[in-house]
């Protein structure tokens, strides 16, 4: 059974980097059939999607997100990574984590990153 | 860049009617939109991929069909346990885009 795994900071201060991790278990992060990705729920709002990434290091990442992200890959740890730069209090959600099939189909549990002084 | 419109914003309904989600793509993209079970304090659930394939373990209460550019998700037969906000998903190129959502709700 696949699972994934976010973890990082829970609480941002303004302008600075947010940095997340996502740990996959039970399948390898290695395999051609899947990318893998970040979604994002603000209070109140909808899901959002913010990026993916191949694990030969392929990415892509929403337009209005673009020059803030940067995702990165580590097959030896079998994880990969989300870093998005100036945040501010609009970034405040919950950050899945999940793989990408023809939809996706294993997230991890969410962690909330609230950005406050 | 493929954006996705959804309808209803909510929906109300008994238990045991059937109801409908509608999901319009800004362009065609064939069959290739996933539908979202998503209740709070959880983690999103895939519930249809390819428009019209159930995900494995999903109740067959569950149905999407659709093409191009409009889809539908039908819930039939309304349980107790699927008040939650439903999401369809554009999964033909990136950017991924997801619908706003549609909330359900039981009378």
């Known amino acids: 059974q696949v699972q994934l795994q976010e973890s990082g900071p829970g609480l941002v201060k303004p302008s600075e980097t947010l940095s997340l991790t996502c740990s996959v278990s039970?399948?390898?992060?290695?395999?051609?059939?899947?990318?893998w990705g970040w979604i994002r729920q603000a209070p109140g709002k909808g899901l959002e999607w913010i990026g993916s990434i191949f694990y030969l290091g392929g990415t892509h990442y929403s337009p209005s997100l673009k020059s803030r992200l940067t995702m990165s890959v580590d097959t030896s740890k079998n994880q990969f990574s989300l870093k998005m730069t100036s945040m501010t209090a609009a970034d405040t959600a919950v950050y899945y984590c999940a793989r990408l099939s023809q939809g996706y189909d294993y997230w991890g549990q969410g962690t909330l990153v609230t950005v406050s002084s | 860049d493929i954006q996705m419109t959804q309808s209803p914003a909510s929906v109300s309904a008994f238990v045991g009617e059937r109801i409908t989600i509608t999901c319009r793509a800004s362009k065609d993209i064939s069959t290739w939109v996933a539908w979202y079970q998503h209740k709070a304090g959880q983690a999103p659930k895939l519930l249809m991929h390819l428009g019209v394939g159930l995900q494995s373990g999903v109740s067959s209460r569950f149905s999407g069909s659709g093409f191009g550019t409009d889809f539908t998700l039908t819930i039939s037969g309304l349980q107790p346990e699927d008040a939650a906000t439903y999401y369809c998903?554009?999964?033909?190129?990136?950017?991924?885009?997801f619908g706003g959502g549609t909330k359900v709700e039981l009378k």
């Open positions: 998903q554009q999964a033909n190129s990136f950017p991924l885009a």
């Open positions: 039970g399948g390898s992060i290695s395999n051609s059939d899947y990318h």
